[in-house]
C-alpha cells in the first residue's frame, strides 16, 4: 500500500513536472512571439513613417526579418565619410564623400590602413563605386558626373553622366545598379552608361525610399536605408523587398563620432563571393563588421 502511495506520489511529481516543462515551453514560444511580433511593429511603423502613411494592423509583412552575429571586426578610418564598399581579391575599395575629403581608396582588410588613395577634387561629392571589368566606377552626389578608374592605378579612364543625384552603385552580372536616394533603382549599360531600365522598390505596396549605398549578393541586391539600421534585400525582377536585416546595435554609441540620427550612420556593404564573407560599416565608423545573418523569422 505504501508502495502504491509512494507509486502514486511520484507519478503526481512527474505530472507536475511535466506540467513545469510544458509551462516553460509555453513561455519560450511566447517570449519569441512577443520579440518577433515587437520586431514586425517596430520596422513596420518603420516602413509606415517611412511611406507617410498609416500601416493598418491587417497590413502585415511577409517578409523576413534577420538579425545578425559578428563573425570579425576590423578598423575602419574614421574620417572616411564612407559612400561606396567593395572587396574584390583580399582587398576592401572604398569611395568616400564630403567637399575636399571624397576619395577612392584601396584599403587593407586585417588594419583598415588605406594602401592607395585618389583624393577627387573639392568640387565633387564622392558617392558609390563598384567593380566592372577590370574598372572601377564611381558617382558623385549632385554633380551628374561618374568617374571611371583602373583599379591598379587609379588612373582616371573616363568619365560619364548620370541624369538623377548618385547615392549608391552595384552591378549584376549584365548591368550596372543604381540608387539615388528614392524609391528608384535604376539599371545601365555599363560601357555606354545608358539608363536601360528601372525598378521601384516597395515593401507592402508602400515605396521604400532613402536608398542609399548598395550590393548585389547572390541575386537580390542589398540596400543600406539611409539613417536607419537597416538593410533591404530586393528582388532586381520586381522591386519587392524580400527580407529586411535589423543591424540595430552593431556599432556600440559610445564608438559614435555624434549623437545618433547624425551623419555617421551606417552605409556600406561588401561581399567576398569566392568566402562567403559579408563586410558592413558606416560613415565616419571606427569599425568594420563582418557580419553572419541570422534569421529571425517571418515578420509577423
Ligand atoms: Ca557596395
New binding site residues.
Given amino acids: 500500500m505504501t508502495n502504491d502511495k509512494q507509486q502514486t506520489t511520484n507519478d503526481k511529481q512527474q505530472t507536475t513536472n511535466d506540467k513545469q516543462q510544458t509551462t516553460n515551453n509555453k513561455r519560450q514560444i511566447f517570449i519569441a512571439l512577443v520579440v518577433t511580433i515587437s520586431l514586425a511593429i517596430g520596422i513596420f511603423w518603420f516602413y509606415g513613417q517611412k511611406a507617410g502613411t498609416s500601416v493598418s494592423s491587417k497590413q502585415q509583412p511577409q517578409a523576413s526579418v534577420y538579425g545578425y552575429r559578428v563573425v570579425n571586426t576590423y578598423p575602419h578610418d574614421r574620417e572616411a565619410f564612407t559612400q561606396?564598399?567593395?572587396y574584390h581579391d583580399g582587398v576592401l575599395y572604398e569611395g568616400t564623400g564630403l567637399r575636399g575629403r571624397s576619395s577612392l581608396r584601396r584599403v587593407e582588410l586585417a588594419t583598415g590602413k588605406v594602401l592607395q588613395i585618389h583624393p577627387l577634387d573639392k568640387r565633387y561629392f564622392g558617392e558609390?563605386i563598384?567593380l566592372w571589368q577590370n574598372r572601377i566606377m564611381q558617382l558623385t552626389w549632385t554633380s551628374g558626373t561618374g568617374f571611371v578608374y583602373h583599379p591598379e592605378t587609379f588612373e582616371k579612364l573616363g568619365e560619364f553622366t548620370h541624369r538623377t543625384q548618385g547615392w549608391?552603385l552595384?552591378h549584376d552580372n549584365q548591368r550596372l545598379i543604381m540608387s539615388d536616394g528614392t524609391d528608384t533603382l535604376y539599371f545601365m549599360n555599363p560601357d555606354t552608361f545608358e539608363e536601360i531600365g528601372s525598378i521601384q522598390v516597395q515593401y507592402q505596396d508602400q515605396p521604400v525610399t532613402n536608398l542609399n549605398?548598395?550590393?548585389y549578393i547572390n541575386g537580390e541586391i542589398f540596400a543600406n536605408v539611409w539613417q536607419t539600421d537597416f538593410i533591404v534585400r530586393i528582388s532586381p525582377q520586381t522591386g519587392r523587398v524580400l527580407s529586411v536585416i535589423d543591424l540595430t546595435g552593431l556599432l556600440e554609441t559610445q564608438s559614435k563620432t555624434f549623437p545618433y540620427g547624425s551623419e555617421d550612420v551606417l552605409n556600406?556593404?561588401?561581399y567576398d563571393e569566392p568566402g562567403d564573407r559579408l563586410f558592413v560599416t558606416g560613415k565616419l565608423w571606427p569599425k568594420l563588421f563582418e557580419i553572419e545573418l541570422v534569421e529571425l523569422g517571418i515578420g509577423n
Fill in positions: 561606396g564598399l567593395i558609390g563598384t549608391g552595384t549605398e548598395l550590393e556600406g556593404i561588401a
